[in-house]
Nanobody, 130 residues
Framework: QVQLVESGGGSVQAGGSLTLSCASS????????MGWFRQAPGKEREGVAV???????SYPESVRGRFVISLDLTKNTLYLQMNSLKPEDTAMYYCAADLPRRALGWVRLGVKIPGYGATYWGQGTQVTVS
């Protein structure tokens, strides 16, 4: 059974930085695409960053140039480096695994898809920017 465990969330002032981690264990995936998503109270879940095994990445316009996604296969860990944080970045952040490759396009275009076709989700880590 695949488990995804996020960490690294917290409270930070606007302009600050945080790095989220998502440790993966317990199985293998059919597709090697993983991603970060976020959901603020009263809003739909939205894609923040996606990475696939060929190092293809995508970001929506709202975070492009500020967030960087990376994957360390030796540690089975997904990261999200978040810089120049804004109050509107406040949300619960989730990592997802076994995403379809077309999630790259969805996230790049800011399209919101229920579940995004992911097989596995973590429990989330809260990020608060004030």
């Amino acid at each position: 059974q695949v488990q995804l465990v996020e960490s690294g969330g917290g409270s930070v002032q606007a302009g600050g930085s945080l790095t989220l981690s998502c440790a993966s264990s317990g199985g293998t995936y059919e597709t090697w695409c993983m991603g970060w998503f976020r959901q603020a109270p009263g809003k739909e879940r939205e894609g923040v960053a996606v990475i696939c095994s060929d190092d293809a990445t995508s970001y929506p316009e709202s975070v492009r140039g500020r967030f960087v996604i990376s994957l360390d296969l030796t540690k089975n860990t997904l990261y999200l480096q978040m810089n120049s944080l804004k109050p509107e970045d406040t949300a619960m952040y989730y990592c997802a695994a076994d995403l379809p490759r077309r999630a790259l396009g969805w996230v790049r275009l800011g399209v919101k898809i229920p579940g995004y076709g992911a097989t596995y989700w973590g429990q989330g880590t809260q990020v608060t920017v004030s």
